[in-house]
């Protein structure tokens, strides 16, 4: 089982980026989905984005495509999400979540999918 510690979040204007990192101990990271999701004050938490353990099959939700970035880097188990242009509607906490439900060879973008969770990082975009 792995540990997941999300970083990177913080407060940007809208048009702004940051990249989120999540960082997980434990020596089957490449066994795991890794996805996004977000939760707004008042809303429930929603997938954001996906990556398979190869970093070869990615998954956006219809809302960050095309300005949010999903990528891997197996060797320094890390997962980061570089968000642009950023909207207020963007303003969340952040959650990384793994999955080895089907050996990382899937993104499936539903919360009951994933069995490790990280604690969160707040990210807030001013208008």
């Known amino acids: 089982q792995v540990q997941l510690v999300e970083s990177g979040g913080g407060l940007v204007q809208a048009g702004g980026s940051l990249r989120l990192s999540c960082a997980a101990s434990?020596?089957?990271?490449?066994?795991?989905?890794v996805s996004w999701f977000r939760q707004a004050p008042g809303k429930e938490r929603e997938f954001v984005s996906g990556?398979?353990?190869?970093?070869?099959?990615?998954d956006y939700d219809e809302t960050v495509k095309g300005r949010f970035t999903i990528s891997r880097d197996n060797d320094k188990k890390v997962v980061y999400l570089q968000m642009g242009s950023l909207e207020p509607e963007d303003t969340a906490v952040y959650y990384c979540?793994?999955?080895?439900?089907?050996?990382?060879?899937?993104?499936?973008?539903?919360?009951?999918?994933?069995?490790?969770w990280g604690q969160g990082t707040q990210v807030t975009v001013s208008s």
């Open positions: 990556i398979d353990w190869s970093g070869r099959k990615t």
């Open positions: 434990g020596r089957t990271f490449s066994d795991y989905t």
């Open positions: 979540a793994g999955s080895n439900r089907h050996n990382g060879i899937v993104v499936i973008p539903l919360l009951s999918d994933y069995n490790v």
